[in-house]
């Protein structure tokens, strides 16, 4: 099992510790960097500021969202960072939920997601292949465009630039299950965003007969605390923002995915109470053994008997979201 740093994206403002932590991760050994964006910072531009910065370390996105960009546009964007930085690109791509792609994006949420996200994906490949004009008569991504409002005179274009390698990683960030069993079918990679070790049944049947080389590459919070509790705190914070705030009463996959893994009735409590007003008690309605279970806090011992458990599994890079370097070196030192 490799290790990523996952960096997400900004707050306020960029963060100065961003590049230090990625040049430390690439010292330690770490075979991945990722970023990602939601409705701020994008995820390409801090990555190809710390590709600059670095020489070893993969450089991926985790996630880049589907809604903000045409699929050539995002190809455009992984095949030139690939080729300034050497080869290290991986794309991760997620679809987003409605109230993202319609409130920021000002665009409609698909009414088929399975299918707007593979015509997506096809159409990156066919970039990154360059065997001919991109084409695609699609319900989504027309390449050429002939709908009823375009002129007409759309062309069949291949990129002008050669890319570095066609067979860039392209991971996509799926959660409901049949968006994860089609991950498996046209995608290098999985990227969960809740992965719990202890309930390998949450995924299995999504998750039978996997390709060889398929990555499944989940996030996972890490701080090296002597006081688990207080560890957890930032871990149910991230947990009541996205099952409370990222998403509709009726629509919210996030929440899904936590019913899912066993805590349907926190999850529509912590739902409740964000809608309400009421955020800190949303993030104190998130059950510590969920906080726990799909992250590694504690002394370094307490991870080390837990970071067995996530090797066991078809875990192949653990993403570790964490602004300590302590941490980043514990896990570093237990997982050589």
């Not at 300034?84 to 920021?104: F, N, Y």
């Not at 991230?238 to 805590?263: P, Q, S, T, V």
């Not at 409740?272 to 011992?301: K, N, T, Y």
């Amino acid at each position: 099992m490799r290790l990523g740093l996952a960096l997400g994206y900004w707050g306020r403002g960029p963060s100065a510790d961003h590049v230090p932590l990625a040049q430390e991760a690439e010292r330690l050994g770490y075979h991945s960097v990722w970023t990602a964006e939601s409705w701020g910072s994008d995820a390409f531009t801090p990555l190809t500021w710390i590709a600059a910065r670095t020489t070893r370390i993969r450089l991926g996105t985790a996630v880049a969202q589907m809604a903000a960009r045409s699929p050539t546009t995002t190809a455009m964007h992984a095949l030139t960072l690939d080729h300034l930085s050497g080869g290290r690109m991986m794309l991760g791509l997620g679809l987003s939920g409605p109230q993202v792609v319609e409130g920021w994006y000002g665009r409609p949420f698909p009414k088929s997601p399975l299918t707007a996200t593979r015509e997506y994906v096809d159409v990156v490949r066919q970039v990154l292949r360059r065997e001919g004009p991109v084409e695609l008569d699609g319900r989504f991504h027309s390449h050429p465009y002939r709908g009823a409002d375009g002129t007409g005179l759309g062309k069949a274009l291949k990129p002008i630039t050669h890319p570095l390698r066609a067979g860039l990683p392209l991971l996509l960030g799926a959660e409901g299950p049949k968006n994860i069993a089609q991950t498996t079918r046209i995608a290098d990679g999985w990227l969960p965003l809740y992965w719990s070790p202890t309930r390998p049944q949450a995924y299995e049947a999504s998750l039978t007969d996997l390709p060889e080389g398929f990555l499944v590459a989940p996030m996972a919070r890490a701080h090296v605390c002597d006081d688990v509790a207080e560890g957890l705190l930032p871990v149910k914070a991230m947990l009541g923002f996205y099952i409370g705030g990222m998403g509709h009463a009726a629509r919210n996959f996030h929440a899904d995915l936590m019913a899912r893994m066993g805590f349907g009735e926190e999850a529509r409590r912590i739902q409740r109470l964000f809608q309400e007003g009421r955020r800190e008690e949303a993030v104190l309605a998130v059950p510590d053994a969920f906080a726990d279970e799909i992250s590694l806090v504690g002394p370094r011992e307490r991870i080390a008997e837990r970071l067995e458990s996530w090797r066991k599994g078809p875990v192949t890079d653990l993403l570790v979201l964490s602004p300590d370097p302590h941490t980043l070196r514990v896990l570093a030192e237990l997982n050589s």
